[in-house]
């Protein structure tokens, strides 16, 4: 516990040093403002209606210009932004204790358990990604909630992978062996002992699957498969194809470059994140 504790500690210290770090999170963090302004109905709240021409260019009533439809192309992203991290957040939610308890069991108790685990994971990690996540979209149904399931359901098995690995080496030092002779119990022990020394990996894995959650509903939006109701980045990229050949634009820009900042940020967010919490690359054995 206090070898977790140092870590965290030496961890912050050096996100608070590092420039990129703390902008990265700043941008993470104002994402994430805009996400809750809209579910709270403060911004874009009137998305859908018309602020002028059929494909204004970007002006000062619509600062990114409008759609076919008239409709302000700055709030549908802004309502992408919040679709976004919402299938960001809930991936994440579903899939880490997935993960982390498939892997903590198959890790301890090993056996057969591990071996049917492992058969698992492995017989879900040989169907392309893509492919897997259109089929169970296609089973579920097109929609927001159809895509939270088909993207949680499927992104669990890295973190599986590693936390097995992680607990098979903790199992077995002398802090989890002292605690099993005082009288902890499995999941005293799993969750007591262990989690604090590899929760490290969960964070890191959460912020790679957080990213991921985001390109694929992208992906699945522009196929048709995601979002149904509501502005998203990928159906508006969808419907820019068209719009390019009459040089409207900013449809497509405002769609790429809301997606490219956050997950530049994540991905850069990501990486600091795994140099200074994992001890490897701190020199901790």
């Known amino acids: 516990m206090a070898f977790s504790q140092s870590l965290w500690k030496d961890a ?4 608070k040093k590092d420039k990129l770090a703390l902008l990265c999170v700043s941008i993470t963090f104002a994402y994430v403002i805009v996400a809750v302004l ?11 209606k018309p602020v002028g021409a059929s494909y204004d260019a970007p002006n000062w009533n619509a600062w990114l210009g409008t759609d076919i439809f008239g409709r302000d192309v700055l709030s549908k992203t802004l309502i992408g932004t919040q679709v976004a991290l919402s299938v960001g957040l809930v991936t994440v939610l579903i899939s880490i204790p997935i993960g982390f308890v498939l892997g903590a069991v198959a890790g301890y108790f090993g056996g057969i358990v591990d071996e049917i685990i492992v058969w698992f994971y492995t017989t879900l990690s040989s169907i392309p990604g893509i492919m897997l996540l ?12 159809a895509m939270y399931i088909a993207l949680g359901l499927t992104s669990w098995v890295g973190l599986c992978r590693m936390i097995r690995a992680e607990v098979m080496k903790h199992k077995n030092r002398d802090y989890v062996l002292a605690a099993e002779v005082v009288g902890v119990g499995t999941w ?98």
């Open 188 to 285: 005293g022990r799993l969750y007591r002992h262990i989690l604090p020394n590899v929760f490290h990996i969960i964070i890191i894995d959460a912020s790679l699957t957080f990213q991921m959650a985001i390109k694929s509903e992208v992906i699945l939006s522009y196929l048709g498969l995601g979002v149904q109701d509501l502005p998203s980045w990928g159906k508006m990229i969808d419907d820019s194809k068209l719009e390019l050949a009459r040089d409207v634009w900013w449809q497509l820009g405002g769609a790429t470059a809301a997606m490219f900042i956050i997950l530049i940020a994540l991905n850069f967010l990501g990486d600091i994140l795994r140099d200074a919490l994992d001890p490897k690359l701190k020199g901790r054995g």
């Open 12 to 15: 912050w210290q050096k996100i």
């Open 134 to 145: 259109i089929s169970i979209t296609f089973i579920l149904g097109k929609g927001l909630i």
């Open 38 to 48: 809209v579910s709270l109905g403060l911004v874009a709240e009137d998305w859908s």
